[in-house]
């Protein structure tokens, strides 16, 4: 299994990125991210079959978590960028939730890890 997170970059706050998530072996359906000195919490996830979405207050109207069937990817529209959002995002896949989840615990696939950071 390989999920090749990518597009983190450095922007400036109100400015916008699109993440990617490339998936082999597993559908990656969860965003994550981990701020300098935080604990990894989630973003946002999806449902593959039917696309019902789960976000973090905290990205909830900012963020958007999409899916491309054809190419196993998961793409993060992340806009109104804000200095905490500055994290590395991980992408992750399970072999367990039906549905989407917002829970860590469940995933068991992840991403390297793509950094965005976020300048005042």
């Known amino acids: 299994v390989q999920l090749q997170a990518s597009g983190g970059g450095l922007v400036q706050a109100g400015g916008s990125l699109r993440l990617s998530c490339a998936g082999s072996g597993r559908t990656p359906v969860g965003w994550f991210r981990q701020g300098p000195g935080k604990e990894r919490e989630s973003v946002a996830a999806?449902?593959?079959?039917?696309?019902?979405?789960g976000y973090a207050d905290s990205v909830k109207g900012r963020f958007t978590i999409s899916r491309n069937y054809a190419k196993n990817t998961l793409y993060l529209q992340m806009n109104s960028l804000k200095p905490e959002d500055t994290a590395v995002y991980y992408c992750?896949?399970?072999?367990?939730?039906?549905?989407?989840?917002?829970?860590?615990?469940?995933?068991?696939?992840w991403g390297q890890g793509t950094l965005v950071t976020v300048s005042s």
């Open positions: 992750a896949a399970s072999s367990t939730i039906v549905g989407y989840s917002l829970d860590e615990w469940k995933y068991d696939y």
């Open positions: 999806i449902s593959w079959s039917d696309g019902r979405r």
